[in-house]
T-cell receptor, first 117, second 111 residues
Framework: AQSVAQPEDQVNVAEGNPLTVKCTYS??????LFWYVQYPNRGLQFLLKYITGDNLVKGSYGFEAEFNKSQTSFHLKKPSALVSDSALYFC???????????????FGQGTTLQVKP | DGGITQSPKYLFRKEGQNVTLSCEQNLNHDAMYWYRQDPGQGLRLIYYSQIVNDFQKGDIAEGYSVSREKKESFPLTVTSAQKNPTAFYLC??????????FGEGSRLTVL
């Protein structure tokens, strides 16, 4: 069964410093991976995705993620954090089952990013 | 603007009542999804629909029902059989590249 794990409940970083939010996955075959951000009492906003191609994926708001097949990881990164980046971040993997591609996403538990001035 | 519209944003329900959450999209997407979000548990899939007049149970479908009579609409009914309905409910539709587009959510509280 496909799964995704976010090992950190919370990440704290000072404004201007680089940030990393970790994600590891377990899938059969090639993974389709996604990152989303959620602000309080709001829906999820799509940040970026990896389907194929370059291992470094660039997304919205200056975020990027590095796909590492050998370590089965897809960590979210940003070179210089902003206070406004403080939010809840979700990693997700597309589910695959016997009925084919249903497009379902399996989400990690989420990581709260706190950027302090 | 194109997107997913969920209503109401906040809803209060007495025990024993059914309530229906609305989800409408104007993105012309075929597939739509309902997720439930609880603190510390991420998102869990309730129901999904890949095409009009067809839908499948997700991981936590018990106590919920859906319909998909129109491409644009995918309402979710939380029935009295759902033992712990207080949660944040998120509707989404799927784009061509596989990413999901989410609405702003509906927060249901059982009094």
């Amino acid at each position: 069964a496909q799964s995704v794990a976010q090992p950190e409940d919370q990440v704290n970083v000072a404004e201007g410093n680089p940030l990393t939010v970790k994600c590891t996955y377990s899938v059969s075959g090639n993974p389709y991976l996604f990152w989303y951000v959620q602000y309080p009492n709001r829906g999820l906003q799509f940040l970026l995705k990896y389907i194929t191609g370059d291992n470094l994926v660039k997304g919205s708001y200056g975020f990027e993620a590095e796909f590492n097949k050998s370590q089965t990881s897809f960590h979210l990164k940003k070179p210089s954090a902003l206070v406004s980046d403080s939010a809840l971040y979700f990693c997700a993997v597309r589910d695959k089952d016997g009925s084919g591609n249903t497009g379902k996403l399996i989400f990690g538990q989420g990581t709260t990013l706190q950027v302090k001035p | 603007d194109g997107g997913i519209t969920q209503s109401p944003k906040y809803l209060f329900r007495k025990e024993g009542q059914n309530v229906t959450l609305s989800c409408e999209q104007n993105l012309n997407h075929d597939a739509m999804y309902w997720y439930r979000q609880d603190p510390g548990q991420g998102l869990r899939l309730i129901y999904y629909s890949q095409i009009v007049n067809d839908f499948q149970k997700g991981d936590i479908a018990e106590g919920y029902s859906v319909s998909r009579e129109k491409k644009e609409s995918f309402p979710l009914t939380v029935t009295s059989a759902q033992k712990n309905p207080t949660a944040f409910y998120l509707c989404a539709s799927r784009g061509l590249a596989g990413e999901l587009f989410f609405g702003e959510g509906s927060r249901l509280t059982v009094l």
